[in-house]
């Protein structure tokens, strides 16, 4: 961020409010970076993707609130169709993959996570 946008952030006021919005804008970040493997491994990743479409209703929501704008009509049809979705995705439990599984369970062991999990054990070995 400062690489890219540091004469930006030198340029701002910076007020107690302008750092509040900043400190849970990181926050905010923090968490979906954090949570999303959890969610990923209960459910699969279309139904991330799907999930975050929904997030335009919060967006929705401020405009109505904060700023008095209607959405359209085809706003609406568009957030049936995403909900309708999800409905339809979840309607069958996700399988999570056997070699998936395995994969992460030997790397928590500490394995390579790999189909040759002897390799990975004498490469650590030798640096032991």
């Not at 340029?11 to 750092?19: E, F, Q, R």
């Not at 209607?70 to 169709?81: C, D, E, M, N, S």
């Not at 390579?112 to 002897?118: Q, S, V």
Request: hydrophobic residues 55%; glycine residues 10%; negative net charge.
């Amino acid at each position: 961020l400062f690489l890219l946008e540091g004469h930006e952030l030198q340029a701002t006021t910076w007020s107690p409010g302008a750092i509040a919005s900043f400190v849970a804008f990181v926050a905010c970040l923090f968490a979906m970076y954090s949570l999303t493997p959890l969610f990923l491994q209960r459910c699969d990743a279309a139904l991330f993707n799907l999930s975050l479409l929904t997030s335009d209703l919060m967006a929705v929501i401020a405009g109505v609130l904060l700023f008095g704008v209607r959405p359209g009509a085809l706003y609406y049809l568009a957030f049936v169709t995403i909900v309708a979705g999800i409905i339809v995705f979840n309607n069958e439990p996700v399988k999570a993959s056997s070699v998936g599984a395995t994969a992460v369970e030997r790397l928590l062991a500490g394995g390579t996570g790999g189909d040759d999990d002897d390799a990975g054990e004498a490469i650590v070995g030798a640096d032991a």
